[in-house]
């Protein structure tokens, strides 16, 4: 902070407000076994199913993407007679998260599901909608924020009749920015052998915001 000299802050708000132009479902399969390696073979037999449903609509192996993987003991706790617990070991647990994208189109989402929806894997189905053009709406963001800044920096000094002077600082936080939008549809209890669906909704805009911190000199 500088002290031998006048200065006045100012936080400057960017936002933008954009039409999501990519659809993402996420999906995921889970298995449990008391045998380690068949919990996690079961759980690749399901990848495999899903790949082998979407290869027949178009997609490739690697769009298929792996958000998350766990795997761990899981026990539950048995009451007994006595009124104690006893903890009963149940299986491995087996969860693997996926997301799959592409440019928005209804029909071909329709197309999604509906082999999903026959995939003897029966994942578990989520929809939501994103930006492509993520860096473009980070850098109209920032361009936003900062002449906000300038604007209301300039209308003080006018009213408090000084001279802005020079910037001094500029702090920014780097914070990670969401262009997802908020509402998504959660696909459930799918019906192995539903060949046609239909989706016919318009997700919200996407609106995000960020702020920057702007430091002048009073002349």
Known sequence: ???????IQIKGIGRVNRTPDTIIVWMHVESCDNDYKQAVDSAAQQLNLIRANLGTIGFKK?????????????HDRIHREDNTYKE?????EVRHDLSLSFPK??????????????????PGIRIGFALSDIDG??????E??????????NILCSAANVKLGQ??????????????????????DLSIGCEEVSFDFEPDDIKASDTVEFTWEIE
Do not use: P
């Not at 902070?1 to 200065?7: E, P, V």
């Not at 709406?137 to 920032?142: G, M, P, S, V, Y």
């Not at 936003?144 to 920096?153: N, P, Q, R, S, V």
């Open 1 to 7: 902070m500088i002290t031998d000299k006048h200065t």
């Open 62 to 74: 690697e769009d298929l993407k792996t958000t998350s993987f766990d795997i761990h003991a899981r």
């Open 88 to 92: 009963v070991f149940i299986g491995y």
């Open 105 to 122: 189109n209804m029909a071909k989402l329709d197309e999604v599901i509906s082999v999903l929806s026959m995939c003897l894997a029966d």
């Open 137 to 142: 709406a980070k850098k109209e963001i920032l």
């Open 144 to 153: 936003k924020a900062t002449k906000d800044a300038l604007e209301k920096a």
């Open 167 to 188: 910037l001094l600082s500029i702090d920014y936080s780097w914070d990670e920015i969401s262009f997802e939008a908020h509402d998504k549809f959660r696909m459930s």
